[in-house]
């Protein structure tokens, strides 16, 4: 699997920024979850598979106050086969994952999993991905710095936060900067639309 995503982080504060989650209330049961660990590995990206096993990390603290994609491939199974990138280029860290839990709960955007850790920040232009994608599709989505049409990757799932066919604000209308979210069509194969909990909101602050 590939997971990608721009994310911005605005606060140093402890605690996370979720990014793409899918566990439910017992971590144990975590199918995958990639987010910014601000608690103790000071904002660097994290992975969990659910195993007992605490989740390693990448090598890179991310940022504040500005837009950084974000990308992590898991060749499941294989010895050093997951790899982490940021803005485009691969890290020399590298870990072995195998993705087997399986559960029922909902895909989770800035949230981790039914938890009380919302994301502070913003994200944009999450991308679920059925394979490992190689460091050079990582880096042509990355384009240098600007969102690019993800069509030809395949991805399974691919939310545009505002920007996408159909995307719509809480009230069914066209979204503008400072409206509550209301859906976010998925612009992948999987029709996994997502719909906004919680009072998210849209922001014209985008990657570009």
Do not use: C
Not at 78 to 95: D, F, I, M, R
Not at 130 to 149: E, K
Not at 179 to 202: E, F, K, L, M, R
């Amino acid at each position: 699997m590939t997971i990608s995503a721009w994310v911005y982080r605005d606060s140093t504060d402890a605690g996370y920024l979720p990014i793409l989650t899918k566990r439910p209330g017992s971590a144990a049961d975590t199918t995958y979850q990639f987010y910014l660990d601000r608690l103790t590995d000071g904002g660097r990206l994290r992975f969990y598979n659910g195993s007992a096993v605490a989740s390693p990390s990448g090598g890179t603290s991310i940022p504040t106050n500005q837009w950084v994609h974000v990308a992590i491939s898991v060749d499941s199974g294989a010895t050093n086969g997951t790899k982490w990138y940021v803005n485009g280029t691969a890290e020399s860290s590298t870990n072995t994952f195998s993705i087997t839990g399986s559960n029922t709960e909902e895909a989770m955007i800035g949230r981790l999993g039914p938890t009380s850790n919302y994301a502070k920040g913003k994200i944009d232009e999450v991308a679920l991905f059925n394979s490992a994608l190689s460091a050079s599709d990582i880096t042509a989505i990355y384009n240098s710095g600007v969102p690019d049409d993800l069509t030809s990757y395949s991805p399974v799932s691919w939310w545009r936060m505002g920007d996408g066919t159909g995307d719509t604000d809480s009230g069914g209308g066209t979204p503008a900067s400072g409206d509550t979210i209301g859906t976010v069509v998925d612009q992948g194969s999987g029709s996994n639309n997502a719909t906004g909990t919680n009072g998210p909101t849209y922001s014209s602050t985008v990657p570009s």
